[in-house]
């Protein structure tokens, strides 16, 4: 039996006291309060809920509460319990702060930024509000205010750990490599144990394509708050060999992610295991059969008997890849060949024409990943024939597209297998960076790419080519949000594609 901490002595007294006074508004409140500082927001919440029916419309409890409700991600109910806190106290700095971060994380990055204004107008020295307002300018790509709130911030306090962690992603936008990851390991030095630090740290290494150093500072990514805890007795894998044991390779993360991680499969194969596969169920029908395993089993469902296991994403670093060996086969991925043959006759009809899949909108997070249809306008030139491969939609999309653009929407596709049949009868696709990009250079398809700056950690920061998918081609943004150099330079390397006849 382990000696009990201070939190703990503190509140074993705390729960004591409520139960000596069932009816005390300070009991819940001060007993909540030690919950959620001792990193248990969820048993703070009911707590905090029972002070405020004891003690409606009381400023502190309301403001622990949206707290301890943005601590779990509970959003919505956050941002209106820190409204009502600021109904009692409109200008109070930290009902300011934790509702500028609500809006952050829901990424109303404009209102979060108002609120965090809100909070320096109060108390222009508050640390963290800085911190936080320098973060989500950074996230709009105003890098210049950004840098000098967390340069003020750092000279202010030296010792908070979240403004070098920050300054470090300022920098990594700027592309000042060395500056980020001085200040990430200084946040680090600060919080050793912190999750978000050394993640940023370990992308800014994979971005560099420094993999060999990147990969364990990744593995991180597993401890942090949004990544769902997956705990089994079956110990994980480190890449011995497996001499006929069955291993379970579980899901992370988005589509892309799991197309793009699938080519390590057959690695695990040789070495002697047996695999049992998690996949999304959008994705199901697209592998089974295509990769070597021994059964696939749906997202969260009980994958039955295994011996070890490892997450998808984990496996470039248990075999140790860095950029000289990453595993690239020309087509790891195809539709059945039934499908295939069924998506040739539904488009039987724009056969002679040049055929190009193009999406220009994912999902929502993270940002950057959608160009607004009104900037695809000089794609429409020449004989091509589009295809769109999204579905995702946005209100005025139709509305919003060129006249001139001639956009098939094709018949409806039930999952990632469709998308895959429909993805053969292209020439070409054409991409922001979303899984139909993935799933195109899985295929082998020409695929361009359209990225955002800063561009995700796969696609590494200065280059036209991707080692990951050797059909791909790069088109990077210079600067943030910026799309339209980027579809002007997409449209005169297709209209070379169609005069070329290939893409």
């Known amino acids: 039996m382990t000696d009990s901490t201070p939190y703990d002595r503190a509140i074993e007294a705390l729960c004591a006291r409520v139960a000596q006074q069932p009816d005390s508004a300070p009991a819940y409140r001060a007993l909540g309060a030690a919950l959620r500082e001792a990193g248990a927001a969820h048993r703070a919440i009911p707590i905090l809920r029972r002070a405020l029916e004891l003690q409606p419309d009381h400023f502190d409890t309301l403001l622990r509460l949206g707290g301890a409700l943005l601590d779990v991600g509970e959003l919505d109910e956050a941002g209106a319990t820190l409204r009502q806190a600021q109904s009692l106290q409109p200008a109070h700095p930290v009902a300011h702060n934790l509702l500028g971060a609500a809006l952050a994380a829901q990424d109303n990055l404009p209102a979060a930024i108002a609120q965090y204004r809100q909070a320096l107008a109060a108390q222009p020295a508050y640390v963290e509000v800085l911190s936080n307002l320098a973060d989500a300018l950074r996230q709009t790509g105003a890098l210049d205010e950004a840098l000098a709130r967390l340069q003020h911030a750092i000279t202010l306090a030296p010792g908070y750990p979240g403004a070098h962690n920050n300054l470090g992603m300022v920098w990594s936008d700027l592309r000042r490599f060395d500056k980020a990851l001085a200040s990430f390991d200084r946040a680090i030095a600060l919080a050793p144990d912190n999750a978000r630090y050394h993640t940023n740290r370990g992308i800014t290494l994979l971005r560099c394509g420094d993999f060999p150093a990147g990969w364990p500072e990744y593995e991180w990514r597993l401890k942090l708050e949004a990544a769902p805890p997956r705990r089994w007795t079956q110990p994980r894998w480190q890449g011995e060999p497996l001499d006929g044991r069955r291993i379970f390779l579980h899901a ?66 248990v075999f140790q890849t860095d950029l000289a060996h990453i595993p690239t086969p020309a087509a790891y991925l195809q539709p059945p060949p039934l499908l295939a043959d069924t998506w040739r006759r539904r488009l039987a009809p724009t056969e002679n024409c040049f055929r190009v899949g193009l999406a220009w909108r994912g999902r929502p997070h993270p940002r950057g990943r959608s160009i607004a249809p009104a900037h695809l306008a000089p794609l429409a030139a020449g004989e091509v024939t589009f295809f769109k491969l999204h579905t995702e939609t946005a209100p005025g999309d139709a509305d919003a597209l060129p006249a001139r653009l001639r956009l098939l929407d094709g018949p409806a596709r039930a999952d990632f297998a469709d998308l895959a049949g429909l993805i053969t009868q292209m020439d070409l696709v054409i991409s922001i960076d979303t899984a139909a990009a993935h799933l195109a250079g899985a295929m082998g398809k020409p695929v361009w790419v359209l990225l955002p700056t800063p561009s995700d950690w796969r696609w590494l920061h200065d280059r036209q080519d991707s080692p990951w998918y050797a059909s791909m081609r790069l088109f990077r943004q210079q600067r943030p949000n910026d799309w339209p150099p980027v579809v002007e330079r997409v449209a005169a390397a297709l209209t070379e594609a169609v005069r070329r006849g290939r893409g």
């Open 252 to 317: 992370e993360q988005g589509f892309g992610d799991m197309i793009q991680f699938l080519r390590y499969v057959p690695r695990v194969v040789a070495r002697g295991g047996r695999v049992v596969l998690e996949s999304p169920p959008e994705l199901l029908r697209l592998f089974d059969g295509a990769i070597p395993v021994e059964r696939l089993v749906r997202l969260g469902d009980d994958p039955g008997d295994f011996d070890c296991y490892c997450p998808l994403l984990s496996l470039p670093g």
